[in-house]
């Protein structure tokens, strides 16, 4: 949570190697040196089609430091990161070698507003006329949501809804248990199965039967957008051995982690 004079204030410290405007440190140069430093190298891919006009925009050296992202843009290094709520997307770019950063603070979901504007600014300050970043991400937008749209349509049609369930809804009740993300209750209320996480309490939805042993998690609080399958795996008696999860869609952020999760019953849990 944050703001631009309080982005300005933190990227002015980052580009002067720490320094606050009093003239003290922060941090060292040094420190500066090892924050920058790739730690992790991140994979370099190729653009999608919608932007392969911007061939500028595909990285040359590519990692992660301490907290930042580092690439190369048009020959100098870019540090950058972006941030997200739902309703708020931000980034943060500098290129140290100018002393040079932008702040980009949106209060939409729009990735290619912050790209356009980010990658604009440092054209300017680069002497380079910019193209139609807008155009282009406009183009990529459109493209990723046909994409999607065409998977949804794929899974639905490739869905067996006659298929029943393996056992009755009071069996997948019970407290279930993720070494990393902690218990998640599964319970009946009604006529169907809620699922909460405990440790998360805005993950809190409907489980809807899919096909055979796998629910569709609908989350209560619909500004999430991130509905997940849950597929139950049985033992040989029809205990249940496990619960897995994976993002219902590609729009689902991947901050939530679904698929890392192994949750498996614990104490009350279904037997």
């Known amino acids: 949570m944050s703001g631009a004079t309080d982005m300005a204030k933190w990227m002015m410290v980052q580009l002067d190697s720490g320094r606050v405007s009093d003239g003290s440190r922060l941090f060292t140069p040094a420190s500066t040196r090892q924050l920058w430093r790739e730690v992790t190298p991140t994979p370099i891919r190729n653009l999608p089609p919608a932007l392969a006009s911007l061939d500028h925009l595909r990285a040359r050296i590519a990692g992660y430091a301490l907290g930042l992202n580092v690439r190369d843009y048009r020959g ?20 140290p070698e100018l002393r040079l950063g932008v702040a980009v603070l949106t209060n939409q979901e729009s990735g290619a507003a912050y790209e356009s504007i980010v990658y604009h600014v440092l054209d300017h300050y680069l002497n380079v006329k910019p193209p139609d970043y807008p155009a282009s991400f406009k183009r990529l937008n459109d493209q990723n949501r046909a994409k999607l749209r065409e998977a949804e349509r794929k899974a639905s049609a490739g869905r067996d809804s006659l298929s029943g369930q393996s056992l009755s809804l009071a069996k997948y009740a019970g407290t279930y248990r993720d070494p990393w993300d902690g218990d998640v ?7 169907g199965l809620t699922i909460r996480f405990k440790h998360t309490p805005s993950l809190v939805g409907d489980l809807v039967h899919w096909q055979h042993d796998t629910f569709l998690a609908r989350w209560r609080d619909r500004e999430l957008r991130a509905d997940a399958y849950a597929t139950f795996s049985l033992e040989p008696d029809g205990s249940i051995e496990q619960l897995k999860m994976v993002p219902a869609s590609d729009a689902v952020d991947f901050s939530f982690d679904f698929q890392d999760l192994t949750l498996r019953p614990i104490g009350d849990s279904a037997q």
């Open 185 to 191: 209750v599964i319970a009946q209320e009604g006529r």
């Open 76 to 95: 100098r290094i870019l540090l950058q990161h972006t941030g997200g709520l739902p309703g708020y997307l931000s980034k943060v770019a500098t290129i």
